[in-house]
């Protein structure tokens, strides 16, 4: 089956899919399923899943969060409540793991993303290896190399932004059902293979721009 492990929705204040729209684009790329992953907040996962079940759609929806920690953020699925941000990498995973969430470790050695570097000796699930934002791919190769060695599972995401993106990376995974327990079982398992392709460069320097332009609003009008 093939999921992307790693869309943002509307919920993220740096993305504007709709969960029509992702659904919509998930259905014509092939997906089975992918994982909503909204910045310190379940709600988009939440509310998407719901989408999908009131149209009777045979997707499945995996709603997460990406938590930011301390040191990077991290990706948090199969969760129906929130953590708190900037706690540390350990702190965070350690409430992942009380409320039941599978663990992964995004676009490590991505620096501009808020990637958490290092991540050995982690109680992790597995290393998302391949990131089609990465503007370059050297980030996406060191976390392929760390990840092998360590022998952590290593999976996919979009990470998309835009709803055009969603499915442009994904990760095949050998599960018994299409359903949220089965899959997270498999990628727990590492029964995944990463796949997709880049971003195209146009796209990303527009995010990038359009980050920028955020950050400096918020740093003028005194937000954080």
Do not use: W
């Not at 699930?125 to 060695?149: H, P, T």
């Amino acid at each position: 089956m093939k999921f992307d492990l790693h869309v943002h929705s509307s919920h993220s204040r740096d993305s504007n899919s709709s969960h029509e729209n992702i659904l919509e684009i998930a259905r014509k790329r092939g997906l089975d399923g992918f994982a909503i992953c909204d910045h310190d907040t379940v709600e988009g996962g939440l509310a998407c899943a719901k989408k999908a079940m009131d149209l009777g759609l045979e997707i499945t929806v995996i709603p997460g969060v990406e938590v930011s920690s301390s040191k990077g953020h991290i990706l948090v699925l199969g969760v129906t409540e929130n953590i708190e941000p900037l706690l540390t990498p350990e702190e965070t995973i350690r409430r992942a793991r009380k409320i039941g969430g599978t663990v992964i470790i995004p676009h490590p050695f991505k620096s501009s993303s808020h990637g958490i570097g290092s991540f050995e000796g982690l109680d992790i699930d597995a290393v998302e290896v391949f990131n089609s934002r990465c503007l370059f791919n050297g980030a996406n190769r060191k976390a392929l190399i760390e990840a092998k060695r360590l022998g952590i599972p290593g999976v996919a995401g979009s990470d998309s932004h835009i709803p055009e993106m969603v499915g442009q990376a994904y990760t095949e995974i050998d599960a018994s059902e299409n359903t949220v327990e089965a899959v997270l079982r498999a990628i727990r398992e590492g029964k995944v293979v990463p796949a997709g392709k880049s971003t195209p460069t146009p796209i990303i320097l527009e995010q990038m721009s359009g980050s920028v332009k955020r950050k400096l609003k918020r740093k003028l009008l005194g937000k954080s």
